[in-house]
């Protein structure tokens, strides 16, 4: 912290007072939501994630277009997705201005635009572990959570996945089959408990079933391009749950 002591001028005999203010140099978001998860408090810089790049900015608000750009990248290419504890992925529109003080920002990732079809939570079940930096993402979501090992698979299980407008259902539990040397091999499609159709009655495309842990889920078969692959040190299970709310999205931007 910086400590500014301005002069006072005082009336001649008067006595002479010092006004002392704190001024915070630097936030660093992440640290602060997890310690606090309150406003963040005002300084002269602040710190996030934008996938694994540590961004300084020197003021509290700015619109998806200029974080992109502090990675290199342009709304044309990219998606931006931000991350607040307690949340699931937000996707931030090239002009629409992130207040970086919010209450639980945290993060945000990135995801390219070509991609086609083909409270704390609690953790209920935990066969197997997550890196410590995924776990707690899933414990932020203020979702329960479940780390399942079904014959020679590793499922990551999120129940309650608030889905968009338009579907049959609301939420649905959805897993994730997770790799057995993740995180340098990919995470790939999705899967939901709540098998999932459209109101207007308009099929989905690319859908099966697969059985995970004695129930039929109903399988995604959505996946990624050469120009939108994996990023070893950069992706994780937070950039592909920004995928999936992606997909979900998409289905209703198909051409009639």
């Given at each position: 912290m910086d400590t500014i002591e301005p002069q006072q001028t005082a009336p001649s005999g008067a006595n002479t007072e010092t006004i002392e203010v704190i001024v915070?140099?630097?936030?660093?978001?992440?640290?602060?939501?997890?310690?606090?998860?309150?406003?963040?408090?005002?300084?002269?810089?602040?710190?996030?994630?934008?996938?694994?790049?540590?961004?300084?900015?020197?003021?509290?608000?700015?619109?998806?277009?200029?974080?992109?750009?502090?990675?290199?990248?342009?709304?044309?290419?990219?998606?931006?997705?931000?991350?607040?504890?307690?949340?699931?992925?937000?996707?931030?529109?090239?002009?629409?201005?992130?207040n970086l003080r919010e209450p639980g920002v945290e993060r945000f990732t990135t995801m390219p635009k070509d991609t086609t079809e083909g409270r704390e939570g609690l953790r209920v079940r935990q066969d197997f572990r997550l890196p410590a930096s995924d776990e707690e993402y899933l414990n932020g979501l203020g979702l329960s959570w479940e780390a399942i090992r079904d014959g020679g698979n590793q499922w990551l299980v999120i129940h309650g996945w608030k889905l968009p407008a338009g579907y049959n259902h609301e939420t649905s539990s959805l897993a994730l089959l997770i790799p057995a040397n993740y995180?340098?091999?990919?995470?790939?499609?999705?899967?939901?408990?709540?098998?999932?159709?459209?109101?207007?009655?308009?099929a989905i495309n690319a859908l099966s079933t697969q059985a995970i842990a004695g129930a039929t889920w109903q399988r995604w078969s959505r996946h990624r391009t050469s120009q939108n692959p994996?990023?070893?040190?950069?992706?994780?299970?937070?950039?592909?749950?920004?995928?999936?709310?992606?997909?979900?999205?998409?289905?209703?931007?198909?051409?009639a």
């Open positions: 915070i140099e630097i936030v660093e978001l992440e640290e602060h939501s997890k310690r606090h998860g309150t406003h963040a408090p005002h300084a002269r810089h602040y710190a996030f994630r934008v996938d694994k790049e540590r961004i300084v900015v020197d003021v509290p608000e700015i619109d998806g277009e200029q974080i992109l750009a502090k990675v290199g990248k342009t709304p044309e290419k990219f998606k931006l997705y931000q991350h607040k504890r307690g949340h699931q992925p937000i996707l931030i529109g090239p002009l629409e201005v992130v995180s340098d091999s990919q995470i790939d499609m999705v899967y939901f408990q709540q098998h999932l159709a459209r109101r207007d009655g308009r994996w990023r070893v040190g950069v992706d994780d299970i937070a950039s592909h749950l920004s995928l999936v709310s992606d997909w979900l999205s998409r289905e209703f931007a198909r051409a």
